[in-house]
Structures are given as C-alpha cells and as structure tokens.
C-alpha cells in the first residue's frame, strides 16, 4: 500500500508543507505557554477565564475573536456578537452537538471541533489555490506562493479558532471552480462563502470581471448573481432577530474600538499611523503591533499595483484591492495583518517578485518572516493583541 503512495506528488508536498506548519505551531505554543507569561489573565482568553487555566494548550488557539466563535456556537448570537458571520460556527454547533453533554464538555467538544475545521479547510485551501495558480503560473512560483502565505507572521491564524481557512477554502475553491467554468459548483461555494465573511460577495463583480473576458453566454453563467444570497440571508435574520440587517457592519465600531462610523479615506489612515509610530513609545508591546499593521497596510496595497505589471489576472488583482480597501474604509488598518490572509493574489504578487531576487535574498527574507512568524504566534498565544 505504501508503495502506492506517490511521496513526489504535488499535493503530497503540499501535505508535507502543511504538516511541518503545523508541528512547528504545536512546539511554539509549548514554548510560549512554559516560557511566556500572560499578557492578560482575566480577558481575552479563550473559553473565558474560567475554562482557560483549565488547558491554555488547547483553549489558547481561541483567544480574543475565537472566544466569540466558541460563544455563538454554544449559547448562539448575544448582546454584540452579529459581527461574527454565522457559517463557522454553525459547523462547530452541528458538529460538537453529539460531545456536549454539559457546559465544560460543550467548550472543549467545541474547540476541538473548530480547530479540526480550521487545519483541514486550511489544507484543503492550499490545495486549491495551488491548483488555481498553475492554471497561469509555473509550479515553482505556486509552490513558492504557498510557503510565503504559511510563513506569513499572522498564518497562524489558520490554525486557530478563527474563520480565515474556512473562507479561503470557500473562496478559492469558487475560483478555482470559476476559471474550469463549472459555474454552478463555484457559485454555490460562493454563496457560502457569502455568509462566512462579508467579503464573500465580493466574488460577484470579481466573477463578472472574469467571465466578460471569456465572453460566455449568460445561460452558462448566471448562478454567479446568487453569490450575495448568502449575505442576504445573514442580513435579514439580523433584522428579524435584532432589528437591524447592517448590525455586522454598525457593531465595528463596539467590538474594535480603533474603527470609526461613516468612510475613512486611505491617505486619512496612513497619516493616523505615522502620527502613533511618532508619539507611541517603543517600549510599549502595542507599538510592534501599530508597526506591523502600518507596514502591512502599505505593503498589501501595493502588491495588486505591482502585479498589474506583473500581468497578473485582473480579476484577481481586484479581488486583493478590494479585500484590502474595505476592511480600511473605518479609519484603521486594525486587526489587517489578520484581514490580509485570504487575499492569496497579493502573496501570488510576492511570490514573483521574490522569484526575481538572487536565492540567498530570497532565504534571508523566507527566514525573516519565519522569525515573525514564531514571535506573533507568541503573542497571540499569550494573550497580547497582535490583530
């Protein structure tokens, strides 16, 4: 049987890749639980406080937004919780519903279960977004696309109780499904990635994008338009059970405090964060946090510019500048370094240009990010705000 097994397959690689991801995750989450101490010990923890101390090995993947996860799954939406897009945790409810035989078993069948969904959609998303670049792409620039998005220094966020690897399945499978023209199938997915995360109805005017290029018939095409039917739903429970269908949109400004009500021009934004990298002290762990989320902000609006010259697809160049601008229009590049993770065109950009650079330049800035990346999961670990 093991004769069978095709260890110089692509996806076998893939496996490969994902697997020492992870492992590498598990071991610094070892490192930071014994080495580290909390950087809050009564808020922002996952399973709350209580539960917390119970196994920071297993509860610390849900801290911050993934204790609101594991909240809607287990007692559902309450007080200001709309924000969070009820597809993930749905799964998690239907899923752990069999191992939650009372309160402190709901909580660990929960994370559990969530963080099984999280790795494997993580998986199955690489695989899509691998087998969507070399539609255009040789395999030594897909293949280098899916190291830098695993080395990422938020890419951890994949491996937590978090909606990012569910979202990315969703939507790069849809993709994928788009570009081999079965329409249907790709837009079912988008449509579930629609009530996943509100950047799912960005896929419509994408998609349009992409088949008035390929100039197919509307017949063939038109489930695309059910995209946003996601969303749609999402909204009017939201107005049924709150009074409000926007509540996911008005909230922002509750649940992250850095957002502001009404749009925030781009160059307003830049300037706010040059103004805090002045006045904040350095000494203050909040200061890496505002310099990464600064650097990301230029860096991730740059990439879809760049990869126009790069002949990258427009459609995917407009998906990433989308999917970068929205999060932005509230006055903040908070939680972007987060936010960026499903935007796999803009590591696509980065991929090639990483390519064009002598290999020793290439190794130094794959090691730099590796470097972040053991830093940021730390923090995130240990419950210090990273994104």
Known sequence: MIKSINFKSDIFKILALFLIWRLALIIISLLAINFIPLGSTDRYLGGG????????????????????????????????EQAFFPIFPLLIATLSKPFSVNLLSSFISSTLIGLYISNIAFFIALIFVYKLL?????KKVSFLTILILLLFPTSFYFGSLYNESLFLALVSGSFYLTRKKRYFLGSVLGV??????????LLLPVFLIEIYQ???KFYKWFWILLIPVGLIFYMF?????????????????VVGEQHQKGIILLPQVYFRYIKMLLTVDMANPIYQTVLLEFLTGILFFALPIIGYFKKVKLSYLLYALIG?????????????????????????????YLESLPKFLRLSILTILACLLFWETTLFLRGYWVA
């Open 214 to 216: 390929t100039k197919e």
């Open 192 to 201: 579930v990635a629609s009530a996943t995360r509100v950047f799912g109805a």
């Open 49 to 80: 406080t209580a539960v917390f101390y119970l196994a920071p090995e297993l509860f610390s993947w849900a801290n911050f937004d993934g204790e609101h996860y594991l909240s809607v799954a287990i007692f559902g939406y309450k007080g200001l």
């Open 134 to 138: 070399i539609l255009d792409f040789s």
């Open 237 to 253: 429970y939201q107005y049924l059970a709150f009074g409000d269908p926007l509540a996911f949109y008005n909230l922002q400004t």
């Open 324 to 352: 970068f601008l929205a999060p932005t229009i509230q006055g903040s590049f908070s939680s972007i370094p987060r936010y960026v993770l499903i935007l796999f065109p803009s590591f696509l950009v980065l991929a090639l």
